[in-house]
């Protein structure tokens, strides 16, 4: 049943980010440390936009032959930026530029002699590096996605696979798993934000979790649920993951709740073609006998038992194609096919937690899909000490800045 209390807060749009794409945008990614933003759109391209400015500083083309689906900045890295492309002509690319030659210093006025508009087109191509491709693939790469420690990159494919590489030096990779145990397109792959443990999701309505088993990688867990294709996971941050607003008769539950929570670890978020949204939470194993220092023998099943804690508040009345889980708010942002943006809180309540809706935007881009919604950290001038917006990108090749902002 569709929720129809009035959201607390409302959706502002902050900027669009321009010059925008003249074709299809498909998903825009965050840098993890600087004002940046990555776009992929369906002209072969990826574009590198300032979050001070919200204007265009570089574009990176020549490495994909199809459109380019998505896009990961490399974590963990200082004086460089490393991107990973993943296209539909089934191939990955790696690309480096030091940071000091992108123009990046929130004080330089992008509308005299900044690069912006044309002249960001015009850029020496030499700064971006197309450093390495990766292929193996039979066909499109839909998601790309790096680990919190920057050492595995793991691909996901139409040809129902998913593919964990490794670095082991400087401009090389080699492929550590093929997996293939889905049974229709994969859609999406994330990684945990602490552990080596990939989700992978799936046209198959199932979505999967994938760890390293002694010197091979396996399936761990098996999560069902969702009544079709699931689009995209997302998981929760290591930090504040626990709800800030409590309502009234709440606060004697909390401690029971905030022990299971520290137990389960960080959650994930799924969303589908069933228009709902699930949040999974992972179930403590039960300790066997201790075993001898000594013992070679394995000390059990390395499976994991996930259940479905929640599913979040009907607002979509069409597919959902994204979801993301702000790691500094603990808020919950989706978007789909009905054009609208929906964000979510979660509560404290007598009966436990709870999410609600607490801001939503319809017609985000227009009369268009919005094919990706994301978090970033507010960089612009007059921003309030740790800000975040929501950044959506549409299939009209625009993407746009967003403010949650309390209702007066």
Known sequence: M?????PSHTLSLLSPLTPSSLSRAWLTAAHPT???LATCSSDKSVRIYSLTSFTLLSTITGGHKRSVRS??????LKGESVLATGSFDASVGIWRRWDNDMNINPELDFTNGGISGENAEEEDPEEWRFAIVLDGHESEVKSVAWSAGGNF?????????????EEVGDDDFETVAVLQEHEGDVKCVAWHPEEELLASASYDDDIRLWREDVDDWACVGVLRGHGSTVWAVDWEGVKDRFPRVVKDGGEGEKETWVKVREIAGPRLVSCSDDQTLRVWRRLPKEKGPPQSKLSIIRSGSIEEDWTEESQLP???QLPIYSVAWSKSTGRIV???????IVVYEEHWGGSGAEWVVIAEVDAAHGVVQVNHVCWAKRADKGRSEEEVVVVSTGDDGVVRVW????RE
Do not use: N
Request: glycine letters at 12%.
């Open 2 to 6: 569709e929720d129809s209390t009035t």
């Open 34 to 36: 600087l004002p940046l």
């Open 71 to 76: 896009c990961a900045w490399k974590p963990g």
């Open 153 to 165: 990159l793991a691909t996901c494919s139409r040809d129902k696979s998913v593919w964990i590489w």
């Open 314 to 316: 009907k607002r979509h």
């Open 334 to 340: 989706s978007t789909g096919g009905d054009g609208r």
């Open 403 to 406: 403010c949650v902002e309390g």
